[in-house]
């Protein structure tokens, strides 16, 4: 059996990633920031074989993949399985009022995430689960190629510690800056680790970024 190579990308900065106001299912767009970072990650793969294109349906995932793709004229296809972590009462709140709010369920989060669930909002676990069946799903169908997928930070940290074998307390310490690369192929014997968290595209062109993943 061929091995699949999976590009797994975070999406480019947003006005609430600087704000450190936590997004989930809002519909935030990228700022002239993220579309920089989108551009530059468009020249980053142009000498890159790849086969098809998939994103979280949210604004600021479909233009990430739209403008890191366009050179290629690749469509990006959205796939509901890779949207954003629901934050629930929390979507929308900068992190310091969430912690003046909710104290105890903000400092679990901090340390804990993997045992919460954010007032209203789903826990990791059941973000992992509908997002790890759509990776699944996405690889199945291409078998032997390399495929694109344009998702979130929560959604990239738990995806990676899938392909890692590692439990999902281990996503604190899973670093996801906007607009980086993580790269896995899928073969027989498991999936192999490539890259992670890359943005060398974004540091050589000396591109301002976020000093946290937030």
Known sequence: MSSTTILLIR??????????????????????????QARLL???????????????????????ASIAFALRGLTVAAHDGLRDFDYGRWTGLEECEVARQWPDEDAQWRVAPHEMRPPEGETLREAFHRAWEALAALTARHQGQTVAIVAHRVINKVLVSGLLTLGLERCPF???????????????????????NDTSHLRQSRTECLTSDF
């Not at 900065?13 to 579309?35: K, M, V, Y």
């Not at 790269?183 to 890259?195: H, L, Q, T």
Request: charged share 25%.
């Open 42 to 64: 468009a020249q980053a793969l142009l000498s890159r074989q790849i086969d098809a294109a998939y994103s979280s349906p949210l604004s600021r995932a479909m233009e990430t």
């Open 174 to 196: 899973i670093r996801q800056d906007n607009c980086c690369l993580n790269e896995f192929e899928r073969a027989e014997r498991g999936d192999i680790v490539i890259s992670l």
């Open 11 to 36: 999406h480019g900065e947003t006005a609430w990633n600087r704000g450190h106001i936590f997004r989930g299912l809002s519909d935030i767009p990228l700022n002239e920031q993220g579309r920089t």
